[in-house]
T-cell receptor
Framework: EAGVAQSPRYKIIEKRQSVAFWCNPI?????LYWYQQILGQGPKLLIQ????????DSQLPKDRFSAERLKGVDSTLKIQPAKLEDSAVYLC???????????????FGSGTRLTVV | QKEVEQNSGPLSVPEGAIASLNCTYSDRGSQSFFWYRQYSGKSPELIMF????GDKEDGRFTAQLNKASQYVSLLIRDSQPSDSATYLCAVEPGSARQLTFGSGTQLTVLP
C-alpha cells in the first residue's frame, strides 16, 4: 500500500511571499488532516477534511492560511502571506474509518519543511 | 482547550534498562490513545494504540491506560540505542476523529 505523499520536501521563502503544499492521501482514505509541527513541539491540527468537506478548521489562521481538497482526494494547503512564525514542518495525514483493528487510523506523510526568512 | 501534557525531558536511560514515558490528558471523554515515535527530521510513526483500561503489550513496548486518573504511559523494556527518539502521546477526543498531541518526550538510550 502506497503511503501518504507530500511535496515539496523542503521550501525556503521570504516573509510576505506565498507558498503551497500538496498532499495525496492513501487510496480510499476519506479523512485527510493537515498538521503544523513547530520545532520542539507536537503536531497541531490545522484542518480536517471528510471527503471534500471541512470537518474542523478551528485552529487554521484563516487570514493567511487556506486549504482545499480537490474531488475528495488530493489536498493543497496555502499560506499567503507567510510570516517568520510559519516556519515549521507541515504534515499531512489520512485515515480510514471505521478502522481495522490491526492498523488503526492515522498515517502520516513525510512532511514539508518550510523555512521563512 | 483540550490538552495533552508530557514531560519534555530529555530522558536518558542506559542500554537494556526500562524507559518510562508518561502522559496526562484533560478531556475525560477521550476514547483512544496513541504513542508515536519520531526520529529527528522524520514524520511520526505509530508504535501502539490503546483504548481500554489496563495494559497492552507489543514486543518490548507496553502501553498502560488509567482513564480514572486520565493517565497513559509507555514502557520500553530492554531499551536500545535505536529507541532514541522523541515519543509523542496523542489522544483522540470522544467528540471527533482527530488527534491532539502532546509536546513529546525526547528519549536518549546510552550505549
Amino acid at each position: 500500500e502506497a503511503g501518504v505523499a507530500q511535496s515539496p520536501r523542503y521550501k525556503i521563502i521570504e516573509k510576505r511571499q506565498s507558498v503551497a503544499f500538496w498532499c495525496n492521501p492513501i487510496s480510499g482514505h476519506a479523512t485527510l488532516y493537515w498538521y503544523q509541527q513547530i520545532l520542539g513541539q507536537g503536531p497541531k491540527l490545522l484542518i480536517q477534511f471528510q471527503n471534500n468537506g471541512v470537518v474542523d478548521d478551528s485552529q487554521l489562521p484563516k487570514d493567511r492560511f487556506s486549504a482545499e481538497r480537490l474531488k475528495g482526494v488530493d489536498s493543497t494547503l496555502k499560506i499567503q502571506p507567510a510570516k517568520l512564525e510559519d516556519s515549521a514542518v507541515y504534515l499531512c495525514a489520512s485515515s480510514l474509518f471505521p478502522a481495522e483493528a490491526t492498523n488503526y487510523g492515522y498515517t502520516f506523510g513525510s512532511g514539508t519543511r518550510l523555512t521563512v526568512v | 482547550q483540550k490538552e495533552v501534557e508530557q514531560n519534555s525531558g530529555p530522558l536518558s536511560v542506559p542500554e537494556g534498562a526500562i524507559a518510562s514515558l508518561n502522559c496526562t490528558y484533560s478531556d475525560r471523554g477521550s476514547q483512544s490513545f496513541f504513542w508515536y515515535r519520531q526520529y529527528s527530521g522524520k514524520s511520526p510513526e505509530l508504535i501502539m494504540f490503546i483504548y481500554s483500561n489496563g495494559d497492552k503489550e507489543d514486543g518490548r513496548f507496553t502501553a498502560q491506560l488509567n482513564k480514572a486518573s486520565q493517565y497513559v504511559s509507555l514502557l520500553i523494556r530492554d531499551s536500545q540505542p535505536s529507541d532514541s527518539a522523541t515519543y509523542l502521546c496523542a489522544v483522540e477526543p470522544g467528540s471527533a476523529r482527530q488527534l491532539t498531541f502532546g509536546s513529546g518526550t525526547q528519549l536518549t538510550v546510552l550505549p
